[in-house]
C-alpha cells in the first residue's frame, strides 16, 4: 500500500547530534509514566497469511511479488537503501535477531545456537555461538571475520565507509574469536541494551573488508550470500530481482523454485494482478474492494467458480458488480442490467476483471507504523509549545483513526506511545501526559499563550469611526454612505442586491476551484467573509446605507465582523498554519485525515492554508527541511525503541551557520531530559530498568507535543489464494523457507518464461 513514511532502513540514520547542554521543557504533571505493568489494551492485531504446515506446501514453482521498483542499493546499510532493499536481503542474508509477531527481536536458531551477555563487569561481554551448519554459498563457514569486518566499516571511524548508521557498533572494543571457530566474543567500550540490533543482516566479508566493495560492490549484485535464496539477477530495465533456491543452504529448503520480485508502481496494482504478473502485491483500499467485490459475485451468485477462480462469473452478475464498483445501488444495478447488449463490450471487460480478481484474496493486519501529525516547533506559532499542546488536545483522534480504519475492518484504537505498539513488549499509553481531547482547554491554553478570538484585528485606539468619512465630505469627495443612501440612489441599491446571489455562487465556484489547485486557506471562508482572507466583509455590508438602525455614534470603533471575531489572532497576526499534504493517488487516507484536521481545527478559530505537493518531493523538500507548519507522515515500529528513537526524538542542535542539525528529528522539538533518559535505556542491560525509562520519555515526548500518533497504518496484500504462509505479516519477519502454493502454480510464467 503505498504511503508517505520513513522507511525501516532509515531508523538508525548516522547522526552528528551531541548532547546538548540548555533549556528543560516545562511539561505538566506526568501521569501513570512510571507504571511497571504492561498495558491490558495492549493487544496485537494478528497476522494474515494463511499459516500452512510445510507438507502442504508444494515443492517447486515460482513466485511474483510486487515492489515499488528495483532497489537502487543491495547494502542495506547505505543511505538510499529501502523497503525493496530490506525485503529481497531478508532471503538473502543472515539475520541474527528477527522480529517475531509480537515485534519482540527471537534467536533464529538456522544461524545461531546461542547469544548471550555473559559478562556485565567490568565491561559488557556477548558471546555468540553459531549454526555449526551455516556456511556462505561459496561454502566459508559464517565466523568472526565476518562480524570483525562488519564492526569496522560500521563504527564511523573510518570516514571511507560510506554508511548510514552506526548505532551500537561504535560502542564495540574488540571483536575475538571464542574457544573455536564458531564462537565470537564482542567486548563493548560501554553498555548497550540493544546488542541484539547488531549484525542484522550480516554481510560477508568480502562486501565489509574494504570501502570499495561496501560502497559500490553490494549495490547490485551480492555473490556471496547465506539465506534459503540466492541471487540470481538483478535487471533494472525489466524491474526485476530473480532469487534461486540455494543449494548450500542447511536450513528447512525453501519450498519454491524461485522468488522473483517485480517492479509495479502502486498505481498499476490492480492491473498487474488483473493480467497475472504479479501473485502478491500491497495494495490500496480501492484495490482491496474490487477483490472484494469479484469474490461477492463469483459464481454468478456468491458461490464458488465452476473451473478455476471466476469462471462461473455471468455477464449479469458482472454487471452488477459493475454498477457497484461505479456507486450505483442494488436497484439501479438491476436497470443497468437491462441495459446490457448496449453495453456488452464494457461487461465483457468487466467480467474478465472479475474473474481474475476472483482468483485473489486480501490478507490485512496493521502494519508496524503509525501516523503521526507533526508540528514544526522550530518558528512561528508553534515554538510555543501551549499552541502544540493546544492543537493536539483539539483533535479528535479516535474519530481520525475510525476514518481510516473502521471502513476497512480493522481496530481502530490510536496508538498511546511514540515509542512502541500495542502487543510489543513494554507497551504503555503515555498519552495521558498530554491530556485528552478537550476543546476548553486547548482554548485556554491558547489563550494564556495570547491567542485570542478577534486578536488578528488591528488596534482601532487612535482612529474614531466617521473621522475620515468627514473629512472627505468636507473637502468634498465622495458623500458617506448614509447620505448616499438617503439622496435617493435605490435604483443602484435594487441593482446590487438583485446581483447577490450571482455573486455568491460566482465566489463559491471560485473558493472550490482555488482549493482544487492545490494550495486554500481554510478559515477565512466562513459565510460572509472573503475568501482572500480579508475584512470579511459581508454582502449586507457592501450594500449602500447598510441596514437600518446600524449607525454608531461618531467616535465609536467599527464593530467585527462575527466571522472575523472568531479567528484567533494576536497583536494584529492571525493564527494561520501551513499543512502540507502528499498529492499523489497513494495518499488519499492522509488527504482525508488531513480534511478532518482542518476542520477540528476550524472549529477553534485556527485558519490553516493547506498545500498539496508531488509525493517525490514531500518528504524530501518539505518534511526534512522544515517547510512547514503541520504534516502528515509514518513512522516504522522497532524492536530497538532506546537506539532508533533517539534520532527522531532528540533535541536538535544549532549548527555553526545558525541551521539546526535535527538528525531525523523533523519536528525540531526535543529536550535535554528526553535525551538523557534514552542515554540511561539505551545503557540499561535490565530489560524492565529499559522499558521503564522509555516509557518515562514517551511521557515526555507525549507533553512536548511535537509528534501526535494519530492510528496505525493498515496492511492490505493481494494473494493468490493458492498461496501458503504470505500475506499481512504485522510485526513479523517472512519466513521466505515455508512461502509456497498449496497447489501447483497454475497462473504466471516463470521468471524465464518457460513452464
Request: hydrophobic fraction near 35%; charged fraction near 25%.
Amino acid at each position: 500500500m503505498s504511503h508517505v513514511g520513513v522507511p525501516r532502513g532509515t531508523a538508525r540514520k548516522r547522526r552528528s547530534v551531541a548532547l546538548l547542554a540548555t533549556g528543560v521543557l516545562t511539561i505538566p504533571v506526568l501521569a501513570g509514566c512510571t507504571s511497571d505493568g504492561e498495558d491490558p489494551t495492549s493487544v496485537a492485531v494478528p497476522q494474515d497469511i494463511a499459516p500452512a504446515s510445510r507438507d502442504r506446501v508444494a515443492d517447486g514453482s515460482t513466485l511474483n511479488w510486487a515492489i515499488d521498483a528495483v532497489p537502487s542499493t543491495l547494502n542495506a546499510f547505505q543511505a538510499d537503501a529501502d523497503g525493496a532493499t530490506t525485503r529481497i536481503t531478508g532471503a538473502l542474508l543472515p539475520s541474527l535477531f528477527p522480529m517475531d509477531a509480537k515485534g519482540e527481536p527471537r534467536l533464529n536458531p538456522d544461524y545461531l545456537e546461542s547469544a548471550k551477555v555473559i559478562e556485565r563487569e567490568p565491561k559488557q561481554v556477548v558471546l555468540y555461538k553459531l549454526n555449526q551448519q551455516a556456511v556462505w554459498s561459496d561454502g566459508r563457514e559464517i565466523g568472526a571475520p565476518d562480524f570483525v569486518a562488519q564492526w569496522r566499516a560500521l563504527s564511523g571511524k573510518d570516514s571511507a565507509f560510506w554508511t548510514a548508521r552506526n548505532a551500537g557498533y561504535e560502542r564495540i572494543e574488540k571483536i575475538e574469536r571464542g574457544k573455536d571457530d564458531l564462537q565470537v566474543r564482542v567486548t563493548f567500550s560501554k553498555p548497550y541494551a540493544d546488542w541484539r540490533s547488531l549484525f542484522s543482516p550480516l554481510y560477508p566479508k568480502e562486501v565489509t573488508g574494504s570501502p570499495g566493495t561496501f560502497n559500490d560492490g553490494a549495490r547490485t549484485t551480492l555473490r556471496n550470500t547465506a539465506g534459503p535464496f540466492r541471487l540470481r539477477s538483478v535487471n533494472k530495465p525489466r524491474g526485476t530481482v530473480v532469487l534461486d533456491r540455494n543449494p548450500r543452504w542447511w536450513g528447512d529448503e525453501a519450498r519454491l523454485d524461485s522468488l522473483v520480485f517485480r517492479a509495479v508502481e502502486p498505481g498499476k496494482r490492480t492491473e498487474a494482478l488483473t493480467e497475472g504478473t504479479v501473485d502478491v502485491a500491497d495494495i490500496d483500499p480501492a484495490t482491496a474492494n474490487s477483490i472484494a467485490l469479484a469474490a461477492r459475485y463469483r459464481g454468478g451468485n456468491g458461490g464458488p467458480p465452476a473451473h478455476g477462480p471466476g469462471a462461473g462469473i455471468t455477464p449479469a452478475a458482472a454487471l452488477r458488480s459493475w454498477a457497484l464498483a461505479h456507486g450505483s445501488d442494488e436497484e439501479a444495478a438491476e436497470t443497468a442490467q437491462a441495459a446490457r447488449e448496449e453495453t456488452r463490450e464494457a461487461v465483457a471487460v468487466y467480467a474478465a476483471e472479475q474473474k481474475a480478481l476472483s482468483g485473489f484474496a486480501v490478507r490485512k493486519s496493521l502494519e508496524p507504523s503509525y501516523t503521526q501529525l507533526a508540528l514544526n516547533g522550530e518558528s512561528g506559532p508553534l515554538s510555543d509549545d501551549r499552541v502544540r499542546r493546544a492543537i493536539a488536545r483539539t483533535l479528535d483522534r479516535q474519530e481520525l483513526a475510525d476514518a481510516v480504519l473502521k471502513p476497512l475492518g480493522l481496530p481502530a484504537k490510536p496508538p498511546g506511545s511514540h515509542l512502541a505498539l500495542a502487543g510489543q513488549p513494554g507497551y504503555k499509553d503515555g498519552s495521558g501526559a498530554l491530556g485528552e481531547q478537550d476543546t476548553k482547554e486547548a482554548q485556554a491554553l491558547l489563550a494564556d499563550a495570547g491567542w485570542t478570538p478577534g486578536g488578528a484585528l488591528r488596534s482601532t485606539r487612535d482612529t474614531k469611526a466617521g473621522s475620515e468619512a468627514e473629512k472627505k465630505d468636507d473637502e468634498g469627495e465622495k458623500p458617506a454612505a448614509g447620505e448616499k443612501a438617503a439622496a435617493g440612489d435605490k435604483d443602484e441599491k435594487d441593482e446590487k442586491a438583485g446581483k447577490k446571489d450571482e455573486k455568491a455562487e460566482d465566489t463559491e465556484k471560485d473558493d472550490k476551484a482555488s482549493r482544487e489547485e492545490g494550495e486554500y486557506t481554510v478559515g477565512d471562508d466562513k459565510p460572509g467573509s472573503r475568501s482572500s482572507g480579508g475584512s470579511g466583509v459581508t454582502a449586507q455590508d457592501k450594500q449602500p446605507g447598510g441596514a437600518a438602525g446600524a449607525y454608531a455614534p461618531a467616535g465609536t470603533a467599527a464593530p467585527a465582523p462575527a466571522a472575523v471575531k472568531s479567528r484567533l489572532g494576536k497583536d494584529g497576526k492571525p493564527l494561520s498554519l501551513r499543512f502540507v499534504l502528499p498529492s499523489g493517488p497513494g495518499s488519499q487516507s492522509l488527504r482525508t485525515v488531513g480534511e478532518k484536521i482542518v476542520a477540528m481545527l476550524d472549529s477553534i478559530g485556527i485558519s490553516t492554508q493547506v498545500t498539496k505537493v508531488a509525493d517525490d518531493s514531500y518528504f524530501k523538500d518539505h518534511i526534512a527541511s522544515g517547510d512547514y507548519d503541520l504534516a502528515l507522515y509514518s513512522w516504522p515500529a522497532t524492536a530497538y525503541p532506546a537506539t532508533d528513537g533517539r534520532p527522531i526524538f532528540a533535541k536538535p542542535e544549532p549548527a555553526t551557520d545558525g541551521s539546526l542539525l535535527v538528525a531525523q528529528n523533523y519536528t525540531r522539538v526535543g529536550s535535554d531530559h528526553i535525551d538523557q533518559l534514552f542515554d540511561r535505556a539505551v545503557a540499561e542491560l535490565d530489560a524492565d530498568a529499559s522499558r521503564d525509562l522509555l516509557k518515562q520519555a514517551d511521557a515526555r515526548i507525549w507533553a512536548a507535543a511535537g509528534s501526535i500518533p494519530l492510528y496505525q497504518r493498515p496492511q492490505l496484500v493481494a494473494v493468490d489464494k493458492k498461496l501458503a504462509n504470505i500475506g499481512a505479516f504485522g510485526f513479523a519477519a517472512p519466513r521466505y523457507q515455508d512461502i509456497g502454493f498449496t497447489a501447483r502454480q497454475a497462473a504466471g510464467p516463470p521468471a524465464n518464461g518457460k513452464k
